[in-house]
């Protein structure tokens, strides 16, 4: 795994990030491939496993005291998309990041580390930054309260031995933020507030964006993830927002089109590309395919304002289509309740959709009805991978229903490439064509409180250029050719 992401970092480290008044293109890289595992059952197992785990968490993390926080933070190794950096300025040091639309805070690991389990787990080819304790964030700061939700400044500079009289006369500016913890499914980590310069690296001929005053916890210390999450979710600490505060038309919008890569790694030899910005439709038009496929309209849908859940994008299902049946989604998924809980994240982070039981089990129903009829069922592929209904086919094709996602609001349907539900591989072990659908059960509608409804993963959004208009309020998609589309602004931009 190591070796694969030092390839991509590698071959991408050439690659301009391009920077106009208007937009700002950075490279995403994929960081998974079939070469880590012995299998493919062994890759589908996994990921189906770890996306089943970030959805989950997101219901059952409990606080255990009032200093902790929920983190929505990638959890399989490769399942996610990074980001390269470089903060500081003397000297100025290259940092790489997963991008994460369902956090809203950037981490990274800092010198000296430990990672504690973390055995097995990908890492990065540059060492942790060193960085000043003079770059530390004051008690008093917004930032500080921004990452401790929960207490007042003056709780915090307490807690920071800012004394009394100090804490009386608001002068407890040269005490630092104290510590915080973040828990996430099969980790966690201690981390500190700081503030320094981050560049976004470009070309020799367009100027580095620089954040001089940028916001982003240091760790010292995690529990099973050794890379660090450039949080793109709603929230003060994000890197949206802040880049907002320097750039409002960068910060306010951005989007990416995640190339189709089907777990091979020679399909994502250009990057994904990460769109900070707008570009205007004679832009798209000119940037549209030989197919017409690039200059596809956005389909938009509203995002649910959630306080309750304020680092996520949540928006409204309103049901899925199977062929020519239209199942209606349960209200978990279409809107929240007086709490804040349900709605559908669409989320960076997460591979496999995931969907609420009764949802999941009729589309799984029509699916089967229409594949079933004609291939048999492969129960040992479903135990091996985590997925189903999985069927054996013979010769090259097997023919599977259109799945179509109806999202609240007029006409805001996507309908899906066959390649994003449906995930066709040869059975090594009884050499065999099979085929999988690559959507998941999230569990019982009942169960599912204290959290989002259904989750859009990352896989089933390939082939889309997923735009969030922070501005409007709202998350468009539309087809494109990504890889295209990146060489495409990329030349518009040199």
């Known amino acids: 795994m190591a070796s694969l992401l030092l390839c991509f970092i590698l071959c991408f480290s050439s690659l301009s ?71 500081g300025s003397n000297p100025p040091q290259p940092i790489s990041l997963y991008m994460d639309t369902g956090s809203d805070l950037v981490w990274f690991p800092c010198s000296p ?21 003079n770059a530390t964030v004051s008690c008093k700061s917004p930032a500080c309260s921004a990452v ?40 966690s980590l201690i981390a500190r507030l700081y503030k320094d310069s981050l560049s976004v690296p470009t070309s020799s001929s367009v100027p580095s964006m620089l954040l001089p005053n940028f916001t982003f916890g240091c760790a010292h210390t995690a529990l099973g993830e050794p890379i660090g999450v450039a949080g793109f979710g709603p929230g003060l600490l994000s890197l ?36 900070l910005g707008r570009y205007d439709d004679k832009e798209r038009k000119d940037n549209s395919g030989i197919d017409g496929s690039d200059s596809a309209e956005f389909v938009y849908t509203s995002m649910l304002d959630n306080p309750s859940h304020p680092y996520f994008y949540s928006v409204g299902l309103k049901g899925i289509s199977v062929g020519k049946r239209n199942i209606a989604a349960p209200e978990i998924v279409k809107r929240l309740d007086r709490n804040g809980n349900g709605g559908t994240v669409v989320d960076s982070g997460t591979t496999f959709t995931m969907l609420p039981a009764s949802l999941y089990n009729s589309v799984v129903a029509e699916f089967d009805r229409r594949v079933g009829r004609v291939h048999g069922r492969a129960s040992e592929v479903e135990d091996k991978t985590g997925l189903e209904p999985c069927y054996y086919y013979d010769g090259k094709v097997v023919n599977v229903p259109a799945v179509v996602l109806h999202f609240v609001g007029n006409g ?31 569990g019982d509608d009942e169960e599912l409180s204290g959290g989002p409804g259904a989750i859009l993963g990352n896989y089933q959004q390939q082939g889309f250029e997923v735009v969030y208009d922070l501005e409007k309020k709202r998350v468009g998609f539309a087809r494109r050719q990504c890889s295209s589309l990146w060489d495409k602004l990329n030349q518009n931009q040199s």
């Open 412 to 442: 805001s349907s996507v309908a899906l490439p066959r390649r994003n539900y449906f995930y066709e591989f040869l059975d090594g072990d009884k050499k065999k064509n099979v085929g999988c659908l690559m959507l998941m059960n999230g």
């Open 113 to 133: 580390f430990e990672c504690i389990l973390c055995e097995g787990k990908s890492t990065t080819t540059t060492p942790p930054p060193k960085l000043s304790k």
């Open 240 to 275: 949206p927002a802040q880049i907002a505060t320097v750039s409002p038309q960068l910060g306010n919008r951005f989007s990416y089109c995640l190339v189709s890569h089907s777990f091979n790694q020679y399909r994502v030899h250009r990057p994904s590309p990460l769109i």
């Open 148 to 187: 401790h939700t929960s207490l007042s400044s003056s709780d915090l500079c307490a807690i920071s031995h800012c004394p009394l009289d100090y804490i009386e006369t608001s002068d407890c500016s040269s005490f630092s933020c104290p510590p915080f913890y973040y828990a996430y499914g099969d980790g």
């Open 17 to 87: 990030v391009t920077l106009s008044e208007q937009l700002l293109l950075l490279p995403l890289t994929h960081s998974l491939s079939k070469n880590q595992f012995n299998s493919t059952h062994q890759l589908l197992k996994s990921t189906s496993t770890r996306s089943s785990m970030r959805f989950h968490h997101h219901h059952h993390h409990k606080k255990l005291n009032k200093q902790q926080q929920q983190l929505s933070l990638p959890l399989s190794p490769g399942s996610d998309y990074t980001l390269s950096f470089t903060i």
